[in-house]
């Protein structure tokens, strides 16, 4: 069975400074992976996706995230978080060619001024 | 733009009341889906649909049911409303293989 685990719930982080959102995997089969986040009172929107190719994938806003196929992982990164990152964030997983998608419990990033 | 459109924002209702959650896409998707997120628990699938008229449980099903008469709208139901309903639900739709585009959720409170 596949399954999501993100294991920060919450990551507090000064405005300006680097931050990593963790998440690791476990899927026997091939798979898509997907960052999306979700802002206050407003439904989730897709951040970035890996679907093949390049392991290093880019959003438009300054975030990477990279698929680590040995260590079964896809953290998120971004080198200078902004205040209006501050936003929960999910990982998620999909096996290739299905339609289910599992999402790990989300990461709170609050970026202090 | 993708567009998904939930009919309500906040929703109250009371115990054992039957409730409609509606969702409307505008992009022709296959694809439609129904979470619940609660937090520390993140998005759990209730149910998807992948046609019209075409439906599959999620992983928590029980207590719900839906309705996807036509391509554009995927209906949730709650047969009898329970508090332990409370939650903030997500509707989803997609194209084979690729990401969900979200509504903005609706916010119920069953009391």
């Known amino acids: 069975a596949q399954s999501v685990t993100q294991l920060d719930s919450q990551v507090p982080v000064f405005e300006e400074a680097p931050v990593e959102l963790r998440c690791n995997y476990s899927?026997?089969?091939?798979?898509?992976l997907f960052w999306y986040v979700q802002y206050p009172n407003q439904g989730l929107q897709l951040l970035l996706k890996?679907?093949?190719?390049?392991?290093l994938v880019e959003s438009i806003n300054g975030f990477e995230a990279e698929f680590n196929k040995s260590q079964t992982s896809f953290h998120l990164r971004k080198p200078s978080v902004h205040i209006s990152d501050t936003a929960e964030y999910f990982c998620a997983v999909c096996t290739s060619g299905t339609y289910k998608y599992i999402f790990g419990t989300g990461t709170r990033l609050k970026v202090l001024a | 733009d993708v567009k998904v459109t939930q009919s309500s924002r906040y929703l109250v209702k009371r115990t054992g009341e039957k409730v409609f959650l509606e969702c409307v896409q505008d992009?022709?998707?296959?694809?439609m889906f129904w979470y619940r997120q609660d937090p520390g628990l993140g998005l759990r699938l209730i149910y998807f649909?992948?046609?019209?008229?075409?439906?599959e449980k999620g992983d928590i099903p029980e207590g719900y049911s839906v309705s996807r008469e036509k391509k554009e709208r995927f209906s949730l139901i709650l047969e009898s409303a329970s508090t332990n309903q409370t939650s903030m639900y997500l509707c989803a739709s997609s194209l084979e293989g690729v990401n969900l585009f979200f509504g903005s959720g609706t916010q119920l409170s069953v009391l």
């Open positions: 992009m022709d998707h296959e694809n």
């Open positions: 899927s026997s089969v091939s798979v898509y």
């Open positions: 649909s992948y046609d019209v008229k075409m439906k």
């Open positions: 890996y679907l093949s190719g390049s392991t």
